[in-house]
């Protein structure tokens, strides 16, 4: 019943910027909270950011703060991940997700509806 489809990535050097999409197919409570997360490979998957309904509500992963910027437009269905000052250590597959209820957890198994991802590299 909900679809995610993210799209953006790509390489980018150190210092460069990247905005990441994720287009949302499906009822709009399916989607009352939405976050991205990532992979490095070999690694587990760890929160980025994420966002409540109205966009009012954010909250970031220390690693990105001042440098990421969530957001979304509800009436194009679509979240976003606004990447600058990208870091080598940003280097991951990026997910986006979302969740039934309100609240933005940091944990994986709070959010219900996952995208495929997208790959991001960062070189130096």
């Known amino acids: 019943q909900v679809q995610l489809v993210e799209s953006g990535g790509g390489l980018v050097q150190a210092g460069g910027s990247l905005r990441l999409s994720c287009a949302v197919s499906g009822p709009s409570r399916s989607s009352n909270a939405m976050a991205w997360f990532r992979q490095p490979p070999g690694k587990e998957r760890e929160f980025v950011a994420g966002?409540?309904?109205?966009?009012?509500?954010?909250y970031y992963a220390s690693s990105v703060k001042g440098r990421f910027t969530i957001s979304r437009d509800n009436a194009k269905n679509t979240l976003y991940l606004q990447m600058n000052s990208l870091k080598p250590e940003d280097t991951a597959v990026y997910h986006c997700?979302?969740?039934?209820?309100?609240?933005?957890?940091?944990?994986?198994?709070?959010?219900?509806?996952w995208g495929q991802g997208t790959q991001v590299t960062v070189s130096s």
């Open positions: 966002i409540n309904w109205s966009g009012i509500s954010t």
């Open positions: 997700a979302a969740r039934l209820s309100v609240g933005i957890p940091t944990t994986r198994n709070e959010y219900h509806y």
